[in-house]
């Protein structure tokens, strides 16, 4: 499944350079450079000694099979805390390389997201409880008023698999390495609870059943992950939600905002799906990909309802990619034409909430047309988009940092503008 798109940061160079060199036969592991990672024991055999200190970062010996190019592990710090303290741990499977390159632990400061949050966006307790939700089994229900623009939840990842394994790893051997990064877990339930009855007449495991119906495939510089989000898995889908997602490459945490005001007692949601797939697609993705029916209100509408609600998806689409052609084209009119087009229809829609990213773009095009208060106007909301749903830290700073240097430039444009208006008087 994929809600979440994204390009990270793995260097394909040192991939390259891996692949290059073939393993001595007396070096026990991989010849692998630099990142503390890097330096795991990844023998076979027990020769590395049971020292959990040589295992750093992690809490257990990382598990290995081989295959062809390179073997395929099971790594876990069982330690890693989360928001509330709690130690929940991460387990990662993947290749060595991989696992060494994009989950480089100093790079990611796991459990960093909760205090990068300011005080007031955030609760001290969660402000829902799960419970049943007729119709839809579990879902979150908020214990509270939870106004626009506050952190619902931080979730960090559990577990992280590469989505691909190579086909000369056997099923059983991947069903293992799975099976034992959950084992591992100081927590395990978390990820055991999201499994669901009956999977096993199919020859799954339990974990296979979680990965299936609740993980998230967030890709990391091309190479798709599913990710397990234990206390994310718990808030249902709905076709235009009440809250929103944002994955941190920073932190490898997952935070969720309210985009509106959210009434005690009312579900808290978010959408699995993009915002311009339609109901035939959405039904398909949902009951192909994530195992369930889409019971949203749009789901279950009129079919004149769903009609209006594909159409103007549809358009949302369209119009999308419109204003790149024309921009690219340097037809900045047009461009900001169909911009605002695209709001429109997105607001009767009830998405705007999820077009916040592209408020940079009307934001530049006015500025080439030399309308600095629209162009103001855009940089700001696009900079509360950021400030204020962004998780603080990596990309995310350099972004708000950006935006407020555009903002002051512009402001002084307007200044310098006005200025030379009052002496032509
Ligand atoms: C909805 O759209 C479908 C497919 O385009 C069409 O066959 C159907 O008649 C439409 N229904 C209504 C009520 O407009």
């Not at 106004?147 to 293992?176: C, N, S, W, Y």
Request: with cysteine; hydrophobic share 35%; aromatic share 8%.
């Amino acid at each position: 499944m994929t809600p979440t798109t994204l390009t990270g940061t793995l260097l394909a160079a040192s991939l390259l350079t891996l692949a290059a060199a073939s393993t001595p036969p007396e070096q026990c592991g991989w010849g692998l450079p630099r990142s503390p990672l890097q330096y795991l024991p990844l023998c076979l055999d027990d020769t590395a000694g049971p020292d959990p200190s040589i295992w750093a970062p992690w809490t257990h010996k990382p598990f290995c099979v081989e295959a062809h190019e390179t073997p395929w592990c099971v790594y876990t710090n069982a330690a890693v805390p989360r928001a509330n303290g709690k130690r929940r741990g991460i387990s990662i499977v993947t290749t060595p390389a991989l696992a060494a390159d994009v989950l480089d632990l100093t790079r990611h400061p796991l459990g960093a997201a909760f205090d990068a949050i300011p005080p007031e966006k955030k609760f001290d307790a969660l402000p829902y409880e799960v419970r049943d939700v007729p119709g839809k089994g579990k879902g979150a229900v908020a214990t509270r008023k939870i106004e626009k623009g506050r952190v619902v939840l931080i979730d960090h990842v559990m577990v992280l698999a590469t989505a691909e394994f190579p086909a000369d790893v056997m099923h059983e051997e991947v069903q293992d390495l799975l099976s034992r990064g959950v084992e591992q877990l100081s927590e395990s339930g978390s990820v055991y609870g999201l499994a669901q009855k009956g999977r096993e007449e199919q020859g799954l495991t339990e974990v296979e059943d979680v990965l299936l119906t609740n993980s998230f495939e967030i890709a990391v510089a091309d190479q798709p992950y599913m990710w397990i989000f234990p206390d994310l898995s718990r808030l249902n889908h709905a076709c235009s939600s009440n809250a929103i997602m944002h994955f941190s490459e920073t932190t490898l945490a997952m935070t969720v905002w309210s985009s509106r005001d959210i009434e005690p007692g009312e579900e808290i949601t978010i959408t699995y799906s993009d915002a311009d797939m339609t109901y035939a697609e959405r039904k398909k993705t949902f009951s192909e990909v994530w195992g369930f029916d889409c019971t949203c209100n749009l789901c279950t509408a009129s079919e004149e309802r769903r009609n209006a609600s594909d159409a103007r998806r549809l358009k949302i689409h369209m119009l999308r990619e419109r204003v790149l052609k024309r921009a690219k084209e340097g037809d900045f009119k047009r461009a900001i034409k169909a911009t605002e087009e695209l709001f429109q229809v997105a607001d009767e829609e009830g998405l705007t909430p999820h077009m916040g990213d592209l408020y940079e773009i009307p934001a530049r095009l006015y500025y080439q047309i030399g309308d600095l208060e629209k162009a103001r106007e855009y940089t700001k909301r696009s900079l509360y988009q950021v400030e204020g749903l962004g998780v603080p830290g990596g990309k995310d700073i350099e972004r708000v940092e950006v935006l407020k240097g555009v903002l002051s430039r512009i402001e002084n444009e307007m200044g310098e503008v006005s200025e030379g208006a009052e002496e032509n008087k």
